[in-house]
Structure formats: C-alpha cells, structure tokens
T-cell receptor
C-alpha cells in the first residue's frame, strides 16, 4: 500500500478532553504533515514536522515524530465541538505526498 | 490568491463517456498533485507534477486515466472511457518546493465529485 497507517480509525470524545491520533509509516521521509478534512470539503494543512525535528506545537496542536519507530502522533488539547472532522497524516518522500487512511474525530458538546 | 480552483464541482456522466477534470494551482507553486478519495480506498495519489513535468504516475489505475499539465497554471485529469467504479471525489493540490527543502504544505481544491452511472 502507498498509504501510511493511522489509528484509531474513529475517536469519540467529550468537549474539553484531549484527542490523540497516531500515524505509522514504512519508508524514509523528508517531513510528515497533518491535515484536517471537514465533511464534503478539501483537506486543510495543520502542521508540518521535519524529519530532524521531534516535537512541534501550534496552538492547541502538538505533533511528535519518532523516526526510529517511524511513527507520529497528533494531540489536540481541550477539544471543541468544532474540531469534529477527519484527520490525516501525510508523509513527504522527496516531494511525493502520501496520505494515511485518516482518523474520524467526533467531539460531543 | 483564490487558492486551488477545480472544475467542475460535480459531474454526473454515463458509463463510456469521456470525463475531463480541471485544476488551476496557486500561482508560483511548482508541485501539483491529483488524488482520488473513496470510502473504500481512502485518499490515493494518482499522479504528481513538478515544474509541469509528470514525476510519478504509478498511482494512475489504468490506461483509461491520463493527466496533463501544459503550463504552470493549468492541469487536466481525463478518464476515457469512464466506468461506474471511477465514481469518487477527485482532488487537486499544489505546493511550493524550496531550495534545499523539498515539499511544503499542500493546498487542496474543493474537489470534483464524479458520479458515473
């Protein structure tokens, strides 16, 4: 498969809780990116972490990258109902951008 | 900039007909990607271009699919003849490569929802 693997496939939490999504991949990468997709819309870029970085923050988002384990995680803190969407990781291999299957996050008010 | 523009937004066609999807990337971006999204297979990379040149078309499902990028501001994805299993949402995305750093964030269009009946 050209895609990475994400887990869980679906996640349901209450507003205010934290949400953690994981992504694993099999090849070497230039960088790893996380995207969000609302139903019926295109994907929107959230955050990019380079292969020589281990952690990155952006607002309520925290991304970690472990190249030795070929895995990444996305943490959304203090979730809101508006965070309900699908979240995808994408690995960049020399310009080629390959997406995982995504995690469907539902945040209940 | 208006972002990545795809047309049409929706397309319904009969099996056997030719379908052409269009994409205008963000001005100045040198990478362009075509993806197909379905419930069963997720988001699949079909083909991508760098500086208008096709770099990797290994994701194109079969010879019925073809893509071109005649200039930096326009790309097409053509399916001829179309089949019901081609029904999906097709996304175009563009990004900017920088010297010494390959691959920045990709900007996606709103997609074309294709239904082949």
């Amino acid at each position: 498969s050209q895609q990475g693997e994400e887990d869980p496939q679906a996640l349901s939490i209450q507003e205010g809780e934290n949400a953690t999504m994981n992504c694993s991949y099999k090849t070497s990468i230039n960088n790893l990116q996380w995207y969000r997709q609302n139903s019926g819309r295109g994907l929107v870029h959230l955050i990019l972490i380079r292969s020589n970085e281990r952690e990155k923050h952006s607002g309520r988002l925290r991304v970690t990258l472990d190249t030795s384990k070929k895995s990444s995680s996305l943490l959304i803190t203090a979730s809101r109902a508006a965070d309900t969407a699908s979240y995808f990781c994408a690995i960049n291999q020399g310009g080629k951008l390959i997406f995982g299957q995504g995690t469907e996050l539902s945040v209940k008010p | 900039d208006a972002g990545v523009i795809q047309s049409p937004r929706h397309e319904v066609t009969e099996m056997g007909q030719e379908v052409t999807l269009r994409c205008k990337p963000i001005s100045g971006h040198d990478y362009l990607f075509w993806y197909r999204q379905t419930m069963m297979r997720g988001l699949e990379l079909l083909i991508y271009f760098n500086n208008n040149v096709p770099i990797d078309d290994s994701g194109m499902p079969e010879d019925r699919f073809s893509a071109k990028m005649p200039n930096a501001s326009f790309s097409t994805l053509k399916i001829q003849p179309s089949e019901p299993r081609d029904s999906a949402v097709y996304f175009c995305a563009s990004s900017l490569g920088k010297q010494g750093f390959i691959g920045t964030e990709a900007f996606f269009g709103q997609g074309t929802r294709l239904t082949v009946v």
